[in-house]
Every structure is written in structure tokens, then in C-alpha cells.
């Protein structure tokens, strides 16, 4: 018997729709946050008990309208858990948290993974996830409340587009 549980393919069909909507709120994310130099981590559980986590960091401009990566596997990665986060079979629970280079100290907010969408997150809980370690060289961060992401083609099959 193994340790633990096996984890069960998700459909194709239910794949391919997790990854459009993680390109949606991805896009969401991005226009939320803004210009400027972020770091994405994702933190999931999957339902085997196995937590993962990744960061990616990337630069959005609006003049000209750019995104810039600076590791495109970091990047493939952090989006290849999210599609897993809003697929939901395998994932148990999911967190997105975005940090916005910034002075006097970075900014964070971040969202949580429900009903395969990303819904902003507690800033109580926010600030508890990015509080430093005692001892660690990791930089504080202010937490900022995240805003509701909108889930444009939810708008469109709902009529509100």
C-alpha cells in the first residue's frame, strides 16, 4: 500500500478549462498589480498531503504594453500549479500571494483558490503568510487588501459584457 493516496488524472476536458481560466486570472492578477517588478508564489496542497510551492518573477509595463519574465520555467511552473489549483481534483487548497517591489517595503496581497477561481485573501491571513521566520534574511512586506479579481467570461455567459 502506498504511503499515500494516488493521485487521480483530472479529465482532459475539465485541464483544458482550468488552463483558460488560469490564463484569465493571470491576466487579472497582472492587471490588478500593475506596473512595476512583482514576485508570484504559489503555495498548494494537494490532496495526497504533498505541498508545493513556486515564484516567479516578471515586470509589467503599460507603455509600451509589455510583461517581461526573468525565468520562463519558474514562470511555466508557478502557471502549470495554478491550472492544477482551478482544475481542483488534485489540489486541496491553493494560495496566490503578489509582491510589488516598492518603498519603503513591498507591497503583498494575495488570493485563494475556490470554485476554481482566485478570491482575495483575509490581509490578516496575507500578512501571516509573508511574515518573516525569525532569523531569516527574507524582507518584511506591507500587506495591502487584494481586489476582486473578475472573471470576464463568467461576465459574458452571465450577460453582464
Known amino acids: 500500500m502506498p504511503a499515500r493516496p494516488e493521485l487521480i488524472r483530472p479529465a482532459d476536458a475539465a485541464t ?11 491576466a487579472a492578477v497582472f492587471q490588478a498589480v500593475g506596473p512595476g517588478q ?5 503555495a498548494v496542497q ?14 509589467l509595463a503599460t507603455s509600451p504594453l509589455r ?3 526573468l525565468d520562463a520555467e519558474d514562470y511555466c511552473t508557478l502557471a502549470m500549479l495554478l491550472v492544477f489549483a482551478l482544475e481542483g481534483s488534485t489540489i ?7 509582491t510589488t ?3 519603503p517595503l513591498p507591497r503583498a496581497c494575495g488570493w485563494t483558490v475556490r470554485g476554481g477561481w482566485l478570491h482575495p485573501m483575509d490581509t490578516a491571513d496575507v500578512r501571516a503568510a509573508v511574515t ?7 524582507v518584511d512586506r506591507a ?19
Do not use: F, Y
Open 46 to 59: 494537494r490532496t495526497d498531503g504533498a505541498q508545493l510551492s513556486h515564484t516567479a518573477d516578471l515586470s
Open 16 to 26: 483544458e478549462a482550468a488552463m483558460e481560466r488560469s490564463l484569465e486570472a493571470l
Open 67 to 69: 510583461m517581461a519574465v
Open 132 to 138: 518573516p521566520c525569525p532569523g531569516s534574511l527574507t
Open 143 to 161: 500587506v495591502r487588501p487584494a481586489p476582486v479579481l473578475v472573471r470576464e467570461s463568467k461576465a459574458q455567459e452571465d450577460g453582464r459584457v
Open 101 to 103: 517591489a516598492a518603498e
Open 92 to 98: 486541496e487548497s491553493a494560495v496566490l500571494i503578489a
Open 38 to 42: 512583482h514576485t508570484l508564489s504559489i
